[in-house]
């Protein structure tokens, strides 16, 4: 994304609908059952909402929230390979990333056999993973706002 992408992002509207991207993206998969080959329709809109989401929104009128800290320290984050960033963040990103991917790893074994509680618990592990990065995010651009 773009600084301008990143600024719309830092909107809490931004950071909290998100969080329906993982939930419309598995309803759109889990609709081929009643949908057959209609369900790449879902799908596309679920692809589409992903992609616009981080530019749905306005800048926020103030950073000083959560959300907003959340997706500056992400920039931060990303940015590590030119502005290295404290250890004990890294590590606790690479911890909660491999949960994240533990909770895909179920989650697409729950869509591909139609399991109910896999996929529910797929989604549960991915997206509180997620919701505990952006937590971590928000510790790293207090720790580095002063810095860089």
Same mark, same amino acid.
Do not use: C, Q, Y
């Given at each position: 994304m773009d600084d301008a992408s990143w600024a719309r992002h830092a909107n809490p509207l931004s950071v909290w609908s998100r969080m329906s991207c993982l939930p419309l993206l598995v309803l759109a998969i889990w609709s081929r059952i009643w949908l057959g080959w209609w369900f790449l329709l879902p799908l596309a809109l679920a692809i589409a909402w992903t992609w616009y989401n981080p530019r749905a929104f306005g800048p926020p009128d103030s950073t000083d929230n959560w959300a907003?800290?959340?997706?500056?320290?992400? &920039?931060?984050?990303?940015? &590590?390979?030119?502005?290295?960033?404290?250890?004990?963040?890294?590590?606790?990103?690479?911890?909660?990333?491999a949960i994240s991917i533990i909770g895909v790893v179920i989650l697409i074994y729950g869509l591909i056999v139609l399991n109910p509680w896999a996929t529910v618990c797929g989604?549960?592990?991915?997206?509180?993973?997620?919701?505990?990065?952006?937590? &971590?995010?928000?510790?790293?651009y207090a720790d580095m706002k002063t810095r860089t």
């Open positions: 907003s800290k959340g997706v500056m320290g992400e &920039r931060i984050f990303l940015n &590590r390979a030119t502005n290295p960033v404290p250890a004990h963040h890294l590590k606790a990103a690479h911890i909660l990333t989604v549960a592990v991915t997206i509180l993973s997620k919701v505990w990065f952006v937590d &971590r995010m928000v510790w790293l």
